[in-house]
């Protein structure tokens, strides 16, 4: 053998979108075979997982060669979810005859999505993993072979597809990070020709790719990472300059406005954000840059956390500066502050914030700052949740002081262990808890939001503090 060839080479890093555990051992392989020589490709791999290839493959320094990441032919487009079907129903009939992919989170819904174009008109078939696989190539075939048909997927169709005239891809859900929106986007227009992208988002979809990751097997480094990789993609999607430019510096890449996406299109309603951005930076600078966003948030909300009071940080002039905001708002700043630029996130390492040179410029007050409207509200978000919270006791029958209690454990927890409080559980597992006062490790399971992963982790303390509750003990 002369040469080793390894396709799709994202696949051997921890950090690549696809990561294959088979292609681990590739290292070994090329070694076993007396270190002969070997070329890598990938389409889709970012700094972090291009640095985890050239470690696990290469014994030395190999040649690199990155091609540019842009597809200037694809316009770009995300849309808050306004509608779920009918939005795809009106994108899609307005391309009569044309041939496109739509991109679904789950095997139920691209059976009944496609089942719901048809009755309205559209030449659509299902496609994912648990179809009987002769209907699976039969459907394969009629969407190579035919014009002006729609394959409604989940991300099982794609790999080893090359129908050139793919003329729009539409993510009905949200994909699960920059890589995956890079690769399925990149499956229209393959043929130089003007090609359309799609995606629809909700808080829905970033809840559940959060659940994804937080009741995943991956060890707690590759969960941290996955849950930055998720950041930055809601990052592209709430970003308040050019499509284009945030998705290509993401992958390490500078380009002016593009022209050719819906926010240099049709723009969106912005509002001066430079204060609030100047407060950011600020308390990044002065913490060092070494603080993640739930601590910034922390310190600009001024509240007193453990780790607040540890470092000192609620003796800094920012403590408390950021209070016209509530916790959603100022996590959506940061990530709009990352997709322009301003800001860099530490994806590999501890989800960390530094400031760039652009950003260095913002908190001189040598440039201005715009952020979307349309994320931005004032701060009423936690009076709201409260009262939500109340309700749905109050509905259920639910029990509001083992509901408060169940509360405090999770952000003990939380600090113990560095992560944001739903990570350990959402308010909606607290709430079921309270009301269904589960008192074994089966009850526990039966719970909304406790899976395998999370009873093994958290079950017992959980159970613990109900047992304690219904004996009177605070």
């Known amino acids: 053998m002369t040469l080793l060839a390894v396709d799709e080479a994202h696949c051997i890093s921890q950090w690549g979108h696809d990561f294959r555990p088979e292609y681990a051992a590739l290292g070994t392989v090329q070694s076993e075979l007396g270190g002969v020589q070997t070329a890598a490709f990938t389409a889709t791999?970012?700094?972090?997982?291009?640095?985890?290839?050239?470690?696990?493959?290469?014994?030395?320094?190999?040649?690199?060669?990155?091609?540019?990441?842009?597809?200037?032919?694809?316009?770009?487009?995300?849309?808050?979810?306004?509608?779920?079907r009918t939005q795809i129903a009106d994108f899609l009939g307005s391309r009569g005859g044309q041939s496109g992919i739509v991109y679904c989170a789950s095997r139920r819904k691209t059976e009944e999505l496609a089942a719901f174009l048809r009755q309205n008109g559209i030449n659509a078939l299902p496609y994912h993993a648990g179809m009987e696989s002769a209907a699976r190539s039969r459907n394969q075939d009629v969407f190579l072979q035919e014009d002006g048909v729609v394959m409604v997927a989940t991300v099982a169709f794609g790999m080893g597809i090359d129908k050139p005239d793919v003329r729009f891809v539409l993510h009905a859900d949200?994909?699960?990070?920059?890589?995956?929106?890079?690769?399925?986007?990149?499956?229209?227009?393959?043929?130089?020709?003007?090609?359309?992208?799609?995606t629809l988002y909700g808080m829905g979809d970033i809840r559940l790719r959060r659940l994804q990751i937080d009741e995943s097997e991956a060890t707690d480094e590759q969960k941290r990472v996955d849950r930055q990789r998720?950041?930055?993609?809601?990052?592209?999607?709430?970003?308040?300059?050019?499509?284009?430019?945030?998705?290509?510096?993401?992958?390490?890449?500078?380009?002016?406005?593009?022209?050719?996406?819906?926010?240099?299109?049709?723009?969106?309603?912005?509002?001066?954000?430079t204060i609030a951005a100047q407060k950011a930076l600020s308390a990044m600078v002065r913490t060092g840059e070494r603080f993640g966003t739930e601590h910034l948030t922390n310190l600009l909300l001024g509240e007193t956390t453990e780790a607040i009071g540890k470092f000192g940080h609620d003796r800094l002039p920012t403590f408390g500066v950021g209070k016209e905001y509530g916790k959603q708002e100022w996590r959506s700043i940061f990530r709009q502050l990352h997709g322009a630029g301003i800001v860099a996130l530490d994806i590999t390492g501890h989800g960390t914030w530094s400031v760039t040179e652009t950003g260095r410029r913002v908190?001189?007050?040598?440039?201005?700052?715009?952020?979307?409207?349309?994320?931005?509200?004032?701060?009423?978000?936690?009076?709201?949740?409260?009262a939500a919270n109340?309700?749905?006791?109050?509905?259920?029958?639910?029990?509001?002081?083992?509901?408060?209690?169940?509360?405090?454990?999770?952000?003990?927890?939380?600090?113990?262990?560095?992560?944001?409080?739903?990570?350990?559980?959402?308010?909606?597992?607290?709430?079921?808890?309270?009301?269904?006062?589960?008192?074994?490790?089966?009850?526990?399971?039966?719970?909304?939001?406790?899976?395998?992963?999370?009873?093994r982790q958290y079950g017992e303390v959980f159970l613990d503090v109900i047992r304690q509750h219904a004996a009177g003990r605070p």
Not at 174 to 196: F, T
């Open 174 to 198: 949200m994909p699960a990070n920059i890589e995956s929106y890079y690769q399925e986007i990149g499956r229209a227009g393959r043929d130089g020709l003007p090609a359309d992208t799609l």
């Open 390 to 455: 109340a309700a749905a006791l109050a509905g259920g029958q639910g029990d509001t002081a083992l509901f408060e209690a169940l509360r405090r454990r999770r952000s003990e927890l939380a600090k113990e262990q560095r992560v944001a409080a739903y990570v350990v559980f959402a308010d909606k597992t607290l709430i079921d808890m309270a009301r269904r006062k589960p008192a074994t490790a089966a009850e526990m399971s039966a719970v909304h939001g406790v899976g395998t992963a999370k009873l």
């Open 45 to 84: 791999a970012d700094a972090a997982t291009r640095t985890d290839i050239l470690d696990k493959l290469f014994a030395r320094p190999p040649a690199l060669f990155v091609h540019g990441f842009d597809r200037p032919n694809l316009r770009l487009a995300m849309r808050a979810k306004a509608g779920g």
């Open 230 to 273: 998720l950041n930055a993609l809601v990052s592209l999607c709430e970003s308040p300059r050019c499509r284009r430019q945030t998705l290509l510096a993401y992958f390490g890449e500078t380009a002016e406005p593009c022209g050719n996406c819906d926010f240099c299109c049709d723009g969106a309603e912005m509002i001066d954000g």
């Open 363 to 386: 908190l001189k007050g040598a440039a201005r700052v715009t952020l979307r409207q349309d994320t931005l509200k004032p701060a009423t978000r936690k009076t709201a949740r409260a």
